[in-house]
C-alpha cells in the first residue's frame, strides 16, 4: 500500500508542476489558461487524484495543485490567486466578511466525506478507545495531563507526548471545535506541524505518542501505527473509524464533510476551469475511493454538480466553520433546501 510522507508528497507536487509547465512549453495547446488549485491538506489527496486524471485525458490541459492548508488555502482563494480551493471545513465568518471586502463570488462544492482518526505507536499495547470526555481532558486548553496513567489509573505511568495539526489548518478547527467544544481550544505544549504527513511520522516513530489526522493518512500507514476507537458517550460504545461506520454517520463526532470552492470570477474569466471542476464533480466517487475517503451516493454529486451548473453563491453553513455531525443526508436535505447560496449569509451581496 502507497504511503503518504513528505518527501513523496513533495515529489508528487513537483511532478505535477512540471506537468503544468510542461504543457505550457511543449504540447502546442495554444492559449490555455493554468488552473490554480490549493487548499486543505486532507483534500489534497482527493485533489491530486482528480488533477492527475484530468491531464492524462487531456494532456495539453495546465493545472498547478499545491496544499498549503485550509486557512492559508482560503487566504489566497479570497486574493484571487487560486481559481479553486480545497477545504476540509466549511469557509468561516471572517473568510466570509475578506470574501466581501475583496468581492470574491464562489461556489461550496461538497465532494465527500473524512473520518479524523485518533492514533498511537504500535507498541502501544493498553490503550484501544478513548471517550470524548477523556480526549478533552487530554486536548484542552489549560490541561495537566502530562501521563497516560492521568488518562486513566491502570494506564501506564509513562509520559504522554501528543502529535497534531496547527492552528492554520482546517483538520485543527475540526479536532478541537468537535472534542472541545471551541475552534482554537487546545493546550499548550503539542507537537504541532502543517502537515498530516509530519503528524504521521511523528507518532509512528514514538512509543509514548498520540496524534489525530484524516482517515487517508492513517490507512496509508496502518502497519506503522495503531488506531484507538472513540466512544461518544450518546450509548453506541467504542466505534471504529471505517469507511463503513464514517458513511452510515455512527463515528462522531469526528466525521466531517470535505469540500471545494470555486471562484466564480476566475470561473467566468478562465474557460479552462469550467471543464477541470465538471471532470472533478463526474469523477468524484472514483477519485474520493482512490484517495481512500468516502464519497457521496451518486445522487448526492447530482445536486453538487447541479449547484455548480446553477452557480448557487455562498455557503450552506452560515459561516460558521466546522460543523459537527452533519451526515451526508443532512448534507442532502441542505443541497435541495430553496435558497441555499449567497442570500442565506450575505456572501457577495452587498
Not at 462544492?109 to 480526549?135: A, K, M, Q, W
Amino acid at each position: 500500500m502507497t504511503r503518504y510522507t513528505p518527501t513523496v508528497t513533495a515529489c508528487i507536487l513537483s511532478l505535477l508542476l512540471v506537468a503544468g509547465l510542461s504543457a505550457m512549453t511543449g504540447c502546442g495547446g495554444g492559449s490555455t489558461d493554468t488552473v490554480r488549485v490549493d487548499g486543505s491538506s486532507t483534500v489534497f489527496p482527493i485533489s491530486r487524484a482528480a488533477v492527475s486524471d484530468y491531464q492524462g485525458e487531456y494532456p495539453g490541459k495546465r493545472v498547478v495543485a499545491s496544499n498549503s492548508g485550509t486557512s492559508a488555502g482560503f487566504q489566497r482563494f479570497l486574493r484571487n490567486e487560486t481559481d479553486v480551493t480545497g477545504a476540509s471545513r466549511p469557509i468561516r465568518e471572517d473568510e466570509l466578511n475578506r470574501a466581501r471586502e475583496n468581492n470574491v463570488r464562489f461556489i461550496e462544492l461538497p465532494i465527500g466525506y473524512d473520518g479524523l482518526t485518533v492514533t498511537t505507536h504500535t507498541g502501544n499495547d493498553f490503550v484501544s478507545c478513548l471517550t470524548v470526555s477523556e480526549l478533552r481532558a487530554i486536548w484542552e486548553r489549560g490541561s495537566t495531563v502530562e501521563r497516560w496513567s492521568d488518562i486513566r489509573d491502570d494506564f501506564p505511568d509513562k509520559e504522554l507526548r501528543l502529535y497534531g495539526r496547527s492552528p492554520a489548518s482546517g483538520t485543527f478547527d475540526y479536532f478541537t471545535a468537535a472534542i472541545n467544544g471551541e475552534r482554537g481550544n487546545v493546550r499548550d505544549g503539542y507537537n504541532a506541524s502543517d502537515t498530516d504527513n509530519a503528524v504521521v511520522q511523528g507518532v509512528s516513530r514514538d512509543e509514548n505518542g498520540m496524534a489525530f489526522f484524516g482517515l487517508s493518512y492513517y490507512e496509508n500507514n496502518s502497519d506503522a501505527l495503531r488506531l484507538i476507537e472513540i466512544d461518544n458517550e450518546q450509548g453506541e460504545g467504542c466505534v471504529r473509524p471505517t469507511q463503513e461506520t464514517v458513511s452510515a454517520g455512527t463515528y462522531q463526532p469526528l466525521a466531517r464533510p470535505e469540500f471545494i470552492y470555486v471562484n466564480i470570477d476566475r470561473l467566468e474569466a478562465n474557460p479552462e476551469v469550467e471543464p477541470f471542476v465538471r471532470h472533478y464533480i463526474e469523477n468524484a466517487r472514483r477519485f474520493v475511493r482512490q484517495a481512500e475517503y468516502v464519497p457521496f451516493e451518486e445522487d448526492v454529486y447530482d445536486l453538487v454538480m447541479e449547484r455548480f451548473e446553477n452557480r448557487i453563491e455562498g455557503t450552506m453553513f452560515g459561516g460558521t466553520g466546522p460543523t459537527i455531525g452533519v451526515r451526508i443526508s443532512d448534507l442532502l436535505e441542505r443541497m435541495n433546501a430553496d435558497g441555499m447560496g449567497a442570500e442565506e449569509v450575505g456572501a457577495g451581496s452587498e
